[in-house]
């Protein structure tokens, strides 16, 4: 199976979580990936973890921390499929991350030509 087949089937039945699962085994799987994910996959973890109601009131409280842990672990279990032991690992230290720090990606660069 690949992610085009894996994200399709999901997605009949969660669109969110499709599209979080898809950016994010991209980024995983990306041999020269950045040390953070993009804003773009970072937001596509938050807007899942929202749409399952795993962010509680809305802070960061240890409480809400884990319980978008523990909610996080369905985009891993999701990506079983396509993820070998070592890439599941790492999704899911990503995912914990981004659990605890809604802005956990990599800062956008802002070029000038610096006059």
Do not use: C, F
């Amino acid at each position: 199976m690949n992610i085009e087949q894996l994200t399709d089937i999901i997605a009949r039945h969660d669109p969110l979580l499709a599209d979080a699962v898809g950016k994010m085994v991209g980024y995983i799987q990306d041999r020269w990936a950045a040390p953070y994910p993009s804003k773009e996959q970072t937001e596509a973890v938050n807007a899942y973890l929202r749409s399952v109601h795993a962010d509680g009131d809305g802070k960061m409280s240890e409480n809400n921390i884990a319980h978008r842990r523990i909610a996080t672990q369905k985009i891993t279990i999701s990506a079983i499929r396509v993820l070998d032991h070592d890439q599941l690992n790492r999704l899911q230290d990503v995912l914990n991350h981004i659990a605890a720090d809604r802005e956990y990606h990599m800062p956008e660069q802002g070029y000038s030509m610096g006059m």
